[in-house]
C-alpha cells in the first residue's frame, strides 16, 4: 500500500497557500495605491524649479510674487495674511489678464489655487497618506512574518529532504548488502529474500518522502521570491511616499521654487 501524505498535513498546506495568496493579494493592493499617491502628489523633487517671462511686468506679478514669498518665508507664517495676498492676487489676475492667459502665468495662478484651497481645507485627496503609509508599514511587517516562515519552511524541508536522501542510500546500501547475501549465502535465501523485500519497500518510502521534500522545497522557494518581490515594491513605495508633504508644503514648495530675474 503506497504512502500518502496525512489529511492532516494537506489542510495545513491549503491554509498556508490561501494564507500566501492572501498575502500578495493585499500587497499588490497597497503598492498600488501607494503609487497612486507617489504619481498625484510627487511631481516636485528637490531640483523643480519654475520660470516667469517678465520682460514685460505692467500688473506687478513680480512684486506681488515677492511680498507673497516674504510672507511664506516667516516661521511661522500668517494665515490669514497669506490667504488674504493669494485671494487679492488671484482675483486681480484673472481681471487684469484675459484668457487665453501666458502658460507660466497660468501656471503660477494653478499653484496658488492649491495654496489657498490646502489653507482652506478643500485640497482633495485620494486617501489619507498617513493611514496608507501605515497600512503598508502593517503589512510590509507581515510580510516580513511570512517571509520568515517560508525561509524557515525553505530550510526544514531542505533538511527533511536531506534526511531523506540518507535514509534512502542507508536503505539501497540494505538492499545491496541484502542481494549479497542471497549471491553468498544460499543456505540463508529464504531469510534474505524476505530482508530484500523489507529493503526495497523501506526504499520506495524513503524515496517517495525524499520527492514529497523536494517539491515542498520547490513551492516554498517559489513563495520566498514572491515575498521577497513585494517587499522590494513595498520598501521602495514607502521610500518614495516618505518625501511626500501635505498639500499647503507642496504649494509652498513649488512657489518658492520659482527664479525671479532681475528686472531693468
Known sequence: MED?????????????DAT?????????????TLGMLIEAYGFLDDDTSFG???????????????DLRKLLEEV???????????????????????????????????????????????TPFPTDTNSSAEAGRRHLDELGVAHSKSTAAVERGTKDGNDARTKEAASK??????RGKVNDLKAT???????EKESLNSLAKDRKYR?????????????????EECQHTMESRLESLHRLEDPVALSIKAIMAYSLPEMD
Open 211 to 227: 520527492e514529497q521534500c523536494e517539491l515542498d522545497v520547490k513551492l516554498h522557494t517559489t513563495r520566498l521570491e514572491q515575498l
Open 173 to 178: 546500501a540494505k538492499w545491496q548488502a541484502a
Open 20 to 32: 500566501h495568496l492572501q498575502l500578495v493579494v493585499r500587497a499588490s493592493e497597497i503598492n498600488r
Open 52 to 66: 516667469l517671462d517678465l520682460t514685460e511686468d505692467p500688473h506687478d506679478v513680480r512684486a506681488t510674487l515677492m
Open 189 to 195: 535465501l529464504q531469510a534474505a529474500q524476505a530482508l
Open 4 to 16: 500518502q501524505v496525512p489529511l492532516s498535513k494537506l489542510v495545513v498546506m491549503k491554509k498556508e
Open 76 to 122: 511661522p507664517f500668517d494665515r490669514r495674511k497669506v490667504l488674504r495676498n493669494v485671494n487679492q492676487a488671484l482675483v486681480y489676475w484673472a481681471t487684469v489678464y484675459e484668457e487665453p492667459r501666458p502658460d507660466d502665468l497660468e501656471q503660477l495662478m494653478t499653484h496658488l489655487r492649491k495654496l489657498k484651497e490646502g489653507l482652506e481645507g478643500k
